[in-house]
T-cell receptor, first 114, second 113 residues
């Protein structure tokens, strides 16, 4: 079955330190990969996507993600965390087959401490 | 640019009452439209999706229904709400021309009492 895993329910990091939020997937073929952020009581906001090409993708608010085909991973990163980055982050995968179904991970809560 | 509007933002409804949540998308044509529910501030559950007017696919059998009366309008309904229908409902859209990137509305908080 096709799936997306975000192995950490919560990530804690100090402000100014680098952050990584992990995502691995299990789908056939070469999927489209996405990251979203959700602030409390808000809808999900699109951060970045990988379609093809350079494995390092840059997105909004200084975030980037690295696609690793051999490890089927798409980890979200930021060189220097801000307290305002504290939010819920979702990884999502859209297989090239399977209709119109994008698969979302369960989410990882990021806490950035001042 | 494209925008998505979803309303109402919050509502409190008694058990057994009807429900109507509405969503419209502007700035695009023939989008794919979605209704998700998010429980306890975590995972997303896809409830319905639509690839065109009058075309609705249901992902989870439940007390809810969806309709798409116009190209950019998507409505989530219920004839009789249950307590278990409480949650955060998100409308979303995507488009083939943008690799099906999904864009979400601001959500609707439903509390059934």
């Amino acid at each position: 079955a096709q799936s997306v895993a975000q192995p950490e329910d919560q990530v804690n990091v100090a402000e100014g330190n680098p952050l990584t939020v992990k995502c691995t997937y299990s789908v056939s073929g070469n999927p489209y990969l996405f990251w979203y952020v959700q602030y409390p009581n808000r809808g999900l906001q699109f951060l970045l996507k990988y379609i093809t090409g350079d494995n390092l993708v840059k997105g909004s608010y200084g975030f980037e993600a690295e696609f690793n085909k051999s490890q089927t991973s798409f980890h979200l990163k930021k060189p220097s965390a801000l307290v305002s980055d504290s939010a819920l982050y979702f990884c999502a995968v859209r297989p090239h087959t399977g209709g119109f179904k994008t698969i979302f991970g369960a989410g990882t809560r990021l806490f950035v401490k001042a | 640019s494209q925008t998505i509007h979803q309303w109402p933002a919050t509502l409190v409804q008694p058990v057994g009452s009807p429900l109507s949540l509405e969503c419209t998308v502007e700035g695009t044509s023939n989008p794919n439209l979605y209704w998700y529910r998010q429980a306890a501030g975590r995972g997303l559950q896809l409830l319905f999706y639509s690839v065109g007017i009058g075309q609705i696919s249901s992902e989870v059998p439940q007390n809810l229904s969806a309709s798409r009366p116009q190209d950019r309008q998507f409505i989530l309904s219920s004839k009789k709400l249950l307590l278990s229908d409480s949650g955060f409902y998100l409308c979303a859209w995507s488009w083939q021309g943008n690799w099906y990137t999904i864009y979400f509305g601001e959500g609707s908080w439903l509390t059934v009492v």
